[in-house]
């Protein structure tokens, strides 16, 4: 392939980069992909895909004027790059285009599972979660509280309200679902997901993995052995997929 | 004569495109109801999966490369031979600090040292640096201790690292032979499409320190995404909680992390985060070396080295840091805690 057919190519799946990354931003699903404190960076990744493509584009134009001025050159790159490989790189915008986007959701727990309690990490001071009002803490905060609290006993009885994605399990009662989010440090592949178990006597009429609010009150049950808050739902509304499908640790 | 024998080849093809989809529908009549929408399943969790990890290290990668593209235009030979010893074992400690210098993650170093190998970088220091740099800079200590606090799990994290960077960058000191264990790309046999002049302006060495970051990124991105393709697929068909369920045991559960940071490919700066998810399960020792050893080898990464070294030499460069990694867990589990 000719130098400058090669760097065009090259220039195309830069451009072709680009928009793939300026999409996910404008649509708000790059927070499906990454943890959001990544997104200034990534930004910054855009900007330099762009200045890369403009490089490549300005020296395509200048090895054309070259060859223009000095047809006597024309053959000056005996050394054709291969463009063998460059095609790897349509992967990542065929699969982002031909699979329709869907933040993860409880068709991962087959391999990933879930878990009904979580760390506390050493940057959040357990006093901060106490702080916040019970209606404000979300499905990690609950887990957070209930794994490092000994008397779990005060907590019962405070009003919860938390968004979540509902999953069925079979160990539950008909009258109980999970309201489960996944929890993501750095990107979707270290995510794992975190549920409270609900108690509603209308859970049949719900559907797997559609987006919910559960407001209620916070009662303590033992699961495989171990202290979980659970929800007394007194409603359970659907809303639509958060801005942020996953909580950050 | 010629077109006679593609006349005779389409029917041929037709046939068997037609036998490959018969049998194909008589395969899916015979699957178990709701097969097509597990595999639709098993197919978004990839693509979300494998989408998570490749944008979120092309930034660096970028990074890196544009690391590297600096390097072949402002740096030459001579200053490096200044900069760096060349006894083994200094070389070995200064290219484990270096990461101190360079924040690159383990995208970003690998084109990166692969640069600085061309420009005469001791084999020793550039493999400690590559091994160490991941876990030795800044970025990576901020995370850390914001995940596990100023204590135990940051100091040993960055001590076992670095005494594994230093070890395997001294073995490889043994090698006076740069060609035995780079690829021949290195040996100067195989040019770049761009060549840095000592005479260029300022603009022009930007130019081409961006239009080398343009080779580079191609040339490493594809390693990239073949490795997170691997470690999508794993991801999507392995079950990590069954794995993680098995991994009691002071043995066992250090090879059970070990075997997870492969898997999991995370970046070198959030790791800590994600480890920290373990400590309740799992004994200090093993969360020690998930964290010791995740950054110096995933799949993604040994695809990169693949495409520095040779094959002997990416053994040894995983080899070696598996079984220290895997003795460090042991050490803590039965000795310390």
């Known amino acids: ?249 | 004569m010629h077109n006679q024998t593609v006349v005779n080849r389409l029917p041929r093809n037709v046939i068997v495109w037609l036998a490959i989809g018969i049998l194909a529908l008589v395969a899916s009549s015979m699957l178990p109801a709701g097969f097509f929408s597990w595999l639709w399943d098993r197919l978004n969790v990839f693509a979300t999966v494998f989408l998570g990890i490749f944008v979120e290290a092309v930034p660096y990668l970028l990074l890196g490369t544009f690391a590297s593209g600096l390097v072949e235009v402002f740096v030459d030979r001579d200053q490096m031979s200044r900069w760096v010893s060349r006894r083994p074992a200094a070389a070995a400690i200064s290219g484990a600090f270096m990461g101190m210098i360079f924040p690159v993650c383990e995208c970003g170093v690998v084109p990166l040292t692969r640069r600085l190998f061309k420009k005469g970088l001791p084999l020793s220091a550039g493999i400690s640096f590559l091994l160490a740099a991941p876990v030795l800079n800044p970025i990576v200590v901020l995370s850390t201790a914001s995940a596990f606090g100023w204590g135990e799990m940051l100091f040993w994290r960055f001590a076992v690292s670095l005494v594994i960077a230093v070890v395997v960058g001294l073995v490889f000191s043994v090698q006076k032979e740069a060609g035995e264990v780079l690829r021949p790309v290195l040996a100067g046999e195989e040019h770049d499409h761009v060549h840095a002049e000592p005479g260029d302006s300022i603009p022009e060495k930007i130019r081409k320190a961006l239009l080398i970051t343009v080779d580079e990124f191609f040339d490493m991105g594809r390693y990239l995404i073949l490795g997170s393709m691997l470690a999508a697929g794993l991801q999507t068909f392995i079950s990590q909680s069954s794995l993680l369920a098995i991994g009691s045991g002071p043995v066992l559960s250090v090879l059970i992390m070990l075997l997870l940071a492969i898997l999991l490919s995370i970046c070198s700066t959030v790791d800590s985060f994600v480890a920290l998810g373990f400590v309740g399960t799992f004994s200090f020792g093993s969360v020690l070396s998930f964290l010791v050893f995740g950054p110096m080898v995933d799949i993604k990464s040994v695809m990169m080295y693949l495409q520095v070294f040779k094959r002997r030499a990416v053994m040894y460069i995983v080899a070696i840091p598996f079984m220290m990694s895997l003795l460090a867990g042991l050490v803590f589990n039965y000795f310390v805690k």
């Open chain 1, 1 to 249: 392939m000719p130098q400058r057919m090669f760097r065009s190519f090259q220039g195309l799946l830069l451009l072709g980069l680009f928009v793939f990354f300026v999409s996910k931003v404008v649509n708000g699903q790059l927070t499906w992909y990454i943890n959001s404190r990544f997104v200034p960076l990534t930004i910054i990744g855009i900007l330099f895909l762009a200045i890369l493509a403009q490089t490549v584009f300005s020296e395509i134009r200048r090895s054309r004027q070259h060859a223009l001025e000095h047809p006597e050159h024309h053959h000056e790159h005996d050394h054709s790059p291969s463009a063998g490989n460059l095609w790897i790189m349509l992967i990542p915008l065929l699969i982002g285009v031909l699979i329709p986007a869907r933040p993860l959701d409880s068709s991962a727990f087959e391999t990933k599972g879930f878990n009904t309690s979580a760390p506390l990490i050493s940057s959040d001071s357990s006093a901060q979660i106490f702080e916040t009002e019970s209606e404000e803490r979300n499905i990690l905060d609950w887990l957070k509280l209930f794994n490092y609290e000994e008397d779990v006993t005060q907590f019962v009885g405070q009003k919860a309200s938390v968004v979540g994605f509902v999953y069925f399990d079979e160990a539950l009662g008909s009258d109980q679902f999970y309201v489960s989010r996944f929890v993501v440090s750095c990107c979707s592949a270290d995510g794992f997901a975190i549920a409270i178990p609900v108690r509603w006597d209308a859970s049949v009429g719900l559907e797997q993995d559609s987006w919910v609010v559960v407001k209620g009150t916070i009662e303590s049950t033992a699961l495989d052995g171990n202290r979980v808050p659970m929800i007394a739902a007194e409603s359970v509304e659907a809303v639509d997929v958060p801005d942020q499908p996953y909580l950050f640790p």
